[in-house]
């Protein structure tokens, strides 16, 4: 279990530094062991916890951490959106997203960053080769993930992006953002529908699910992967026991890519943010892949 392969963070004392993570559900982080080992390496007296609050307890959990001190938070499902007016600012990246993954607190002011994107090119480019400017991509949910995947594409120079989302409405207000921002990418919604996203797996290079759905053990894929083919690259950010996408995905020898390299690069990025130091990558990534 978890428990087995924690860091041995420095003892809590009164000084230290606290951050942490607000998202429901929270229990299957891997965050948290992420940064308490980046900690424990560089020998910093900060700890990382997790938070679980739901929607309703957003905007008091948000004051509560600014007036316990907290140096900082991540925020995860489903509150990356929702969280954007709590802030006293966010920085240009994440007014451009539309989504704020890390939140820094600093002379009593809450100011929002957005890592995601950035986490998600490094984890694709270093993992596989990709070519934006060539390549036309299914982007599969309209949360706060989708609009920094899509945002990132879409600066990378990306032409065309189709998004399917089980709620339509989020897709069209996506796509609408999408195009004030990077007018050069065509955003078309798709319905969620297996025809639809046959058409879509067919036109495009890369597929993207960025749904919460593999998060729970058992869950199915989010589509319908035929003519899914090795030319394909399919990256599900949802990390942990293998997606049953990316376990059919790879039946047919498609590029795949599971979420933990955007969660480590996501992650070091917030942690420079939050500390000023460079973050210890391979120490993360080691944590992030103990069992
Ligand atoms: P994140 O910040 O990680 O993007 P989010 O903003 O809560 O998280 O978005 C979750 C995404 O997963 C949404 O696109 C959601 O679809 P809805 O907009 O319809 O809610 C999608 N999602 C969650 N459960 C799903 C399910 N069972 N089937 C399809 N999509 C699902």
New binding site residues.
């Given amino acids: 279990m978890e428990s087995e392969h924690r860091p041995s963070p420095l003892p809590v004392g009164g000084a230290t530094r606290v951050v942490g993570i607000v998202g429901d559900p929270v229990a299957h982080s891997r965050s948290p062991r992420m940064h308490n080992a980046a900690f424990s390496a560089l020998g910093l007296d900060w700890v990382y916890v997790p938070f679980h609050v739901p929607p309703g307890d957003l905007p008091a959990a948000v004051a509560g951490l600014k007036a316990l001190g907290a140096r900082g938070f991540n925020?995860?499902?489903?509150?990356?959106?929702a969280v954007v007016p709590l802030l006293d600012d966010v920085s240009p990246a994440a007014g451009a997203i539309g989504?704020v993954?890390t939140v820094v607190v600093a002379d009593g002011r809450l100011v929002g960053h957005n890592t995601d994107g950035e986490g998600f090119s490094v984890a694709l480019h270093g993992a596989h080769r990709f070519r934006a400017e060539r390549s036309r991509a299914l982007v599969?949910?309209?949360?706060?993930?989708?609009?920094?995947v899509c945002d990132q594409l879409a600066r990378e120079g990306i032409p065309a992006i189709r998004i399917s989302?089980?709620?339509e409405a989020?897709?069209r207000d996506l796509a609408a953002h999408l195009a004030r921002h990077h007018p050069g990418c065509e955003v078309k919604v798709l319905a969620?529908s297996p025809l639809d996203h046959r058409a879509a797996i067919n036109w495009a290079e890369l597929i993207v699910n960025?749904?919460?759905?593999g998060l729970k053990p058992g869950?199915p894929s989010?589509i319908n992967t035929n003519g899914i083919s090795p030319g394909h690259i399919v990256v599900d950010?949802v990390y942990g026991p293998e997606t049953a996408l990316l376990r059919e995905c790879r039946a047919v020898r498609a590029r795949c890519l599971d979420g933990l390299p955007m969660l480590l690069h996501q992650g070091a990025l917030a942690f420079t943010l939050w500390t000023g130091e460079a973050a210890p990558l391979e120490v993360m990534r080691a944590a992030l892949e103990a069992p």
């Fill in positions: 925020v995860t499902v489903p509150h990356k959106e989504a993954n599969l949910g309209a949360g706060g993930s989708a609009r920094a989302n089980r709620t989020k897709a969620w960025t749904t919460t759905v869950d989010p950010l």
